[in-house]
Each structure stands twice: as structure tokens, then as C-alpha cells.
């Protein structure tokens, strides 16, 4: 990635609501973590779609390698075992 | 890399969009494709930003507090489907500054809508009936796009563009019912706004250079004459129940195709106005140009004052 010679890139996640996770909206460039803060309010949140906010350096950020997908993923993909739906469970048996 | 890596490469991207699978910013995509998104996407957050003169225009003299209120809002959800966009262009390796330094020296273009000028009021409801109506029917199926941060900002830009079109009609339908003097405004609002408006499809199909690809791509999901269409369709009977007169003579319902049948365009205008010559376009860049100049030292004085903090932190 290229180097504005601006402000910072920070990546925004907002909290919709109280019980929710913080969930990522998108980035933006501020001087600093307050003004990230004030601009991600303004761009991200002006009809009520959040009241909590998260700024995080873009640069900050590791992201795993889409070439490693399949290494990474594919073995989650091959233990059926691991959901209840594998297993057989008698007629007559409830609460389970 | 070597030639075959890259048809390989190449053959599983199409697959992926053929699935409808989304392209993410790390993903592997083809040069050509990278390029197109990023001119699209800093144009059209050009288009947003540049979108905001003609209106602001209007902002110290709306008729009343609830109609500047809304003018207010209306103009600051512009500035920011610009910053959704300028950050899509960016996860695709784009240079913000860079972008926006090709819309100042006129490399980069941005939506020819905004080099008409806003001569009365009643350009306000224009501008949100006609101007964002199109918008949205342009945007609507962008939401769509394979590549996903351009599709998820379209998301949220929907959302927010049908409140613009809304207050705009409302502009209009009052002044369309007011007083003979506002009834004329109205119209002529409608005049001047109407061709330039059914021009932000773009050029016919036969004559759009990158539709064909655009297609392939899933970038772009229908061509522009089927959007104009479905532009004209829907707003030439809104226009007759506020008793307004679109202008064009050859404007007739066809019953055979279900649509309306409309005069041809005056290309020559378009492309008049794309290269430049339009009523405003030296007047929008130039803004722009002075906004950045009139701004830069507040980003630098910013910018001085975090490193001033970071260094007093790490000491």
C-alpha cells in the first residue's frame, strides 16, 4: 500500500447497541486517536447506528494471507464431528 | 510471475466472480480490473465531494430554518459518501492525495451534473428529484458489485440517498403548488435539469467503451440505456402528478414495450461538458483547488501536534 503524505488511516468499528460486539464499518485518515474518534462519529454514525466506537491504526492491523485460505480453513471444514448434527441420537430422547 | 501463473490466476478470479463470490482488498485480482475500480470509485467519490458546491450554493438562503436544516444534512451525508468512497479507492492500494490531486489538475473526472449551475431555489428540489433519483438507480445495483468495499460504502450510501431524494420532491412538489411565479420556477428548475440529469447514465451502450468489461467484472450489472430507462419510467409520471411538463416533445408511453419512448440526447453537450466546457466546470475545480490550499495548514498544524504528543509520550 501506498503512504499518503496526509494523516493516518485508522480503521473504525462501532457498537451498534448495548450487547453487541463491535463490529468493523470502514476507515478514514485523522491526525490522532481523538480526532479519529470525532470524524468516525461524523462519517459512520449519523443516524443512531452506533454508541460505542473503536479506532485502530491501519497499520496496527495483521491480516492473514488469502493464499493460505485453504491450509488456515479447510481443516475446520473436514470435522463434521465437531457439530451436534453428527451424531445420531435415539428416538424418545429429549433435552439434548 | 509467469505467464501461465497468471492465467491461472486470472481463470480462478473470473470463477469467483461467475459465483458470486466478492473480492476482498487482499485477494488476488487482475491489474486491469484494479484499475478500472479505482477510477471508478475515486470518481465517483470525486462526483460526491465536487456534489456538494452547487447545493452549498443554497445553504445561507433555503427559505426557512427546517428547509436549511435539512439542506445542512443533506450536503454533509455528501461529504461523507465522498469519505466511504476515498476509502475503497484506498484498500485497493490507491493514494488518497494522489486521487485527489488528478481531480485538481483535471486528470480525474467526476459526474457532469455538477457543472450546471443552481440559478434559484427550486434547483435545490431539482437537484435531489432528478439528480439523486438517478443516483440512486445508477447506485442500486453497485450495491451489488464484486468488489466488496465498493459494494458495502454503496450500501450505506443507498440508504442515505433516498432521504435526498425525498426532501428534493418535496422542494419541488411545494413550489409546483405555489404561487403562479413559483409554479414557473418549478418548471424551468425541471428544464434545465431534466437532460443533464437522463446524461448521468453516459454515453448509448453502443458508445460506452467500458461497459462490455465492466460486465464481466460485476462491477458494472446493467448497461446505461436499461438504467436510463428505468430513470425515465419512474419519473416522467411523477413529474405529470405534480403537474409538471418534462422537456421533451417526444416523450410518449409505449405500450408495446411497457416504457416510455424519449428524444434522442444532444451528445455533443455531454461531451462539451466532460471535456471541460460546461457552465461551471472551471469554477467547481477551482473550490476544490482552494479548499485544499486554504486547508493545508490546519492539516499540517494536525498532523504537528500528534507527533508533539506521540514524542512527549514515548520520552
Known sequence: MSESKGWPLWEVFVRSKQGLNHKHVGSLRASDATMAIKNARDVYTRRAEGISIWVVPSNNITASDPSEEDSLFEPSQTKVYRHPTFYDVPDGISHM | ?315
Open chain 2, 1 to 315: 510471475m509467469k505467464d501461465q501463473d497468471i492465467s491461472k490466476l486470472e481463470a480462478i478470479f473470473q470463477q469467483k466472480i461467475d459465483d458470486d463470490i466478492k473480492i476482498e482488498p487482499n485477494d488476488w485480482m487482475p491489474d486491469a480490473y484494479r484499475k478500472t475500480l479505482i477510477r471508478q470509485i475515486s470518481q465517483h467519490a470525486h462526483s460526491e465531494v465536487v456534489g456538494m458546491l452547487p447545493e452549498g450554493n443554497w445553504i445561507t438562503r433555503a427559505p426557512n430554518l427546517r428547509r436549511k436544516a435539512v439542506l445542512l444534512a443533506k450536503v454533509q451525508d455528501e461529504a461523507g459518501h465522498g469519505l466511504y468512497l476515498y476509502s475503497a479507492a484506498e484498500t485497493l492500494g490507491a493514494d488518497r492525495e494522489k486521487t485527489i490531486d488528478d481531480l485538481h489538475s483535471g486528470k480525474a473526472k467526476y459526474s457532469s451534473i455538477f457543472n450546471y449551475p443552481t440559478l434559484t431555489w427550486a434547483d435545490m428540489g431539482a437537484i435531489g428529484w432528478l439528480v439523486d433519483g438517478a443516483a440512486i438507480m445508477n447506485q442500486v445495483p453497485l450495491c451489488r458489485c464484486s468488489y466488496g468495499p465498493y459494494a458495502r460504502a454503496m450500501i450505506r450510501v443507498c440508504k442515505e440517498e433516498s432521504f435526498h431524494q425525498r426532501q428534493g420532491f418535496e422542494v419541488i412538489n411545494k413550489l409546483a403548488n405555489g404561487t403562479v411565479e413559483q409554479k414557473e420556477m418549478a418548471q424551468d428548475a425541471l428544464n434545465r435539469f431534466w437532460w443533464p440529469a437522463l446524461m448521468m447514465f453516459g454515453p448509448n451502450d453502443d458508445d460506452s467503451s467500458h461497459t462490455e468489461q465492466s460486465m464481466r467484472w460485476k462491477i458494472k450489472r446493467n448497461t446505461n440505456d436499461e438504467l436510463r430507462q428505468m430513470f425515465v419510467d419512474v419519473t416522467a409520471p411523477q413529474a405529470e402528478s405534480i403537474g409538471l411538463t418534462v422537456p421533451d416533445p417526444l416523450l410518449k408511453w409505449n405500450e408495446a414495450k411497457e416504457g416510455y419512448d424519449f428524444g434522442p440526447i444532444d451528445w455533443d453537450e455531454f461531451w462539451q461538458v466532460v471535456g471541460g466546457n460546461g457552465p461551471c466546470n472551471k469554477e467547481r475545480v477551482d473550490a476544490r483547488r482552494k479548499a485544499k490550499e486554504d486547508g493545508k495548514w490546519v492539516v499540517e498544524a494536525a498532523m504537528a501536534f500528534a507527533n508533539k504528543r506521540n514524542a512527549k509520550k514515548t520520552a
